[in-house]
């Protein structure tokens, strides 16, 4: 596809479950992001993956949060026993490396949560 | 730690106005400073990326402007329609890749 996709785009769980949100990045970059956008807090990094490099896990908020990204391309952002403040949008985004001054993000249009 | 603020949270045109959006960041050190779009319920779509070493950016009617020495960024919106309306977003990255976002500036551009 021409840009970043994400799946599911909506997802209704009970607190207390765990979920698991897909991303696809746009072929070819190597540099994968995970933020979250809450109504209480703006839009936040979670964390991020370059190439083979261990993943920067700085932003996430507690250990239920975990990231993997399979063969340098998909990855699946995993939450594990949802509790109602979780309830967000988990966006994605990726570019073509890590960091410098061309590095340009382009988001996927994001997974809406709703924890019950 | 780096902080990013946009000024004013919300602001609503007549359609055909120029205005300008705000965006302030603390900590110079920067690589580069994007905008982007955000549309209710949907994604972020970039608008404009000026690296540390540019001063300004321009796509159509949209031009960015980065004055990294004193933390600001301005965006010019020139002529604006009601499909301008949405939330604006800026964001900073410093040399840990990760982007730091401002709350958004939400416009309405009234026909």
């Known amino acids: 596809g021409a840009g970043v996709s994400q799946s599911p785009s909506n997802k209704v769980t009970e607190k207390g479950k765990d979920v698991e949100l897909r991303c696809d990045p746009i072929s070819g970059h190597t540099a994968l992001y995970w933020y979250r956008q809450s109504l209480g807090q703006g839009l936040e990094f979670l964390i991020y993956f370059q190439g083979n490099s261990a993943p920067d896990k700085s932003g996430l908020p507690s250990d239920r949060f975990s990231a993997e990204r399979t063969g340098g391309s998909v990855s699946t952002l995993t939450i594990q026993r949802t509790q109602q403040e979780d309830s967000a949008v988990y966006l994605c985004?990726?570019?073509?490396?890590?960091?410098?001054?061309?590095?340009?993000?382009?988001f996927g249009p994001g997974t809406r949560l709703t924890v019950t | 730690k780096q902080e990013v603020t946009q000024i004013p949270a919300a602001l609503s045109v007549p359609e055909g106005e120029n205005l300008v959006l705000n965006c302030s960041f603390t900590?110079?050190?920067?690589?580069?400073l994007q905008w982007f779009r955000q549309d209710p319920g949907k994604g972020l779509t970039s608008l404009l990326l000026?690296?540390?070493?540019?001063r300004e950016q321009t796509s159509g009617r949209l031009n960015a402007s980065l004055d990294k020495s004193s933390g600001r960024s301005t965006l010019y919106i020139a002529a604006s329609q009601p499909g301008d309306s949405a939330t604006y977003l800026c964001?900073?990255?410093?040399?840990?890749?990760?982007?730091?976002f401002g709350q958004g500036t939400t416009l309405q551009v009234k026909p």
């Open positions: 985004a990726s570019s073509l490396e890590a960091s410098g001054s061309w590095n340009e993000q382009y």
């Open positions: 964001a900073v990255e410093g040399n840990t890749g990760k982007l730091i």
């Open positions: 900590d110079s050190a920067i690589y580069n």
């Open positions: 000026i690296q540390s070493s540019q």
